[in-house]
């Protein structure tokens, strides 16, 4: 069937929200897998259950190398970021303990932090992140309790592309004994993340955006100092006589069948990323970034939100044009111009009423791995149209 649209005929500047298109040699190598030995892993001795068990096995290594972690065992899938901050979250935090996060959270963070909030008994301090969007850790350091149980902050921000200084909050959380997770969702992939250095305890990542996986698979990497009480129960394939859910990991955090399919993506991803380079990619898309943000910065009636500039940041930008509402832009750029953008509050509600664009939201642009300068071009002459028209109008 010819699919009317598609990689090639959109311009895609959305790939905070996912990557796309996938690199095409991941997904041949994904569909090969699964055309060989696409079975369940981890049930049974036969060849193509083993093969299904060593690619699992791999994959979990790969990415305990990629965070730095220690363990592969403790290199856990679950379906995305957001189940895997579930997992975290529900399972470190308990009646009576406290938490530390941030203003410039997602709603996955936020949201299950508030349900703790409200429905467990566990108290809860969202730090304001500076004007730029970066966070003090000394405004953490301030706000941990001897009950302080979690600090948990995003790496790279989905809304103006911020990349927290985890390093320091890291090594302040290790000197109080406090746990520290950090939100990768932004940043696995495409910038360096390192536990040791960074002392952070728990790397939770998705595979969909720059791991360059499939949607429907993510995880943690857990350290070896952290314990993760399990919220999910049965179905590992190990030891069926047992009448409760193991106790060691990877097993107890992860229940019933895997993504196999998504796990293949996660592997090769890594294969290409590794292949291409991670900085080569990271520089790759911050000269595309570059010239968009010049390019828009110079737009009479457009204003850029967050700090500008290119250090410490993913290139991820979020824009409003005078006169126009975001989500008439981004239909705009959709119906007029075929670019593919974000509007709204990129579910990341507290950052927005920090940044006084809580009522309708910015515009995102986000550029990924396969962008070109032609894409940014037509992204700048699309904005800069539509911000003559509402000049004019
Ligand atoms: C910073 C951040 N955290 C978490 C998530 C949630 O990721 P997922 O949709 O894979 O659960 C996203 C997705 O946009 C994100 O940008």
Redesign the pocket.
Known sequence: MELPIGAGTVIYLDN??TTFPKPKEVLDQMLEVYCRYGVNPGRSGYDLCLMAGELVADTRKALTRLFGGSDPNRLVFAS????A?NLLIQGVLSEGDHAVSTTI??N??IRPLNHMARDRGVEVDFVPVEAGGRVDPRAIAKRLRPNTRLVVV?H???VIGTIQPVGEIGRLCRARGVTFAV?T??TAGVVPIDMQTMCIDVVAF?G??SLLAP?GI?GLCVGDAVDIRPTRFGGTGVNSVAPYHLEEYPYRLEAGTGNVLGIAGLHFGQAYIAKRGLDAIYRHEMALFSRLQDGLAAIDGVTLHGATGLKDRLPVLSFTVAGRDPADVGTLLDVEYNIAARTGL???PLIHRQMGTEARGTVRLSVGPLNTESDIEAAIAAVTEIATEARVS
């Open positions: 905070a929200a995305n970021a957001t189940d901050l959270e997602h996955s963070v995003n790279g921000s989905n939100d969702a932004q998705t969909h955006k949607t993510g990129q579910c990341a």
